[in-house]
């Protein structure tokens, strides 16, 4: 049995969304990170870095989101998340690549701003260094979103989900943008990944409000 670590709202929403897509069966493990869950013993021996998610299969545990997300879609192939041609599949890692490696870094200076300094003092410069590179991120990416239809176009892919998992931290409260005012293209993306069953399913178990 497949189990997934997740933590309500967390950058583990993308895999939560796209084991849900499969239709497979799959288990979860809920963490509170806000109680430390994610650093108690027992999770650590799971993932030792202390972070979600974790994708667990037997012994075998696999960590990383982007790594859990392609691997999620490239053993269920009958959900259709991974493309054949390699153009599309080459698209797909460029995607997955600019939002780990540009959005969620530029996210963490907000609300981690304690890994990138130990003067608390300069916590808010920090956090709105991060606000600012989050602003120039979103507007590229609702670039390229602005044909419409999903990250490949008319396909569905393991990026939508992900895609999504940045909209939600967009529209809160450590950067609290008027989503639909500010990036309408990424916008009409979120709302139609809350008409997915999937989707509704997940962000009921998490308890997250769907984009409206």
């Not at 013993?41 to 075998?60: C, F, K, Q, S, T």
């Not at 969620?104 to 130990?118: E, F, K, S, V």
Request: net charge negative.
């Amino acid at each position: 049995m497949t189990t997934l670590y997740y933590a309500p709202g967390a950058c583990s929403l993308a895999s939560h969304i796209a084991l849900e897509e499969t239709g497979a069966p799959y288990e979860t493990v809920r963490l509170d990170l806000a109680k430390g869950d994610q650093r108690a013993p027992e999770y650590l021996a799971v993932n030792e870095r202390g972070r979600v998610p974790a994708l667990v299969e037997g012994d075998w545990v696999l960590t990383e989101n982007t790594a859990i997300l392609r691997h999620i879609a490239r053993t269920h192939p009958q959900a259709g998340l991974w493309p054949e041609a390699p153009r599309d599949q080459a698209r797909v890692d460029e995607w997955l690549g600019w939002l780990s490696t540009n959005h969620h870094p530029a996210y963490a200076h907000i609300r981690r701003a304690g890994r990138y300094t130990n003067d608390e003092s300069a916590f808010p410069g920090i956090q709105a260094k991060g606000a600012e590179t989050c602003g120039d991120l979103f507007t590229m990416t609702e670039v390229k979103l602005s044909n419409g239809g999903w990250a490949l176009g008319e396909r569905y892919s393991v990026v939508d989900p992900y895609l999504l998992l940045f909209w939600t931290w967009g529209r809160g409260p450590a950067l609290g943008f008027d989503m639909a005012e500010r990036f309408p293209a990424w916008t009409r993306h979120a709302r139609a990944m809350a008409a997915r069953p999937a989707v509704k399913a997940v962000f009921a178990q998490e308890g997250l409000t769907l984009p409206e």
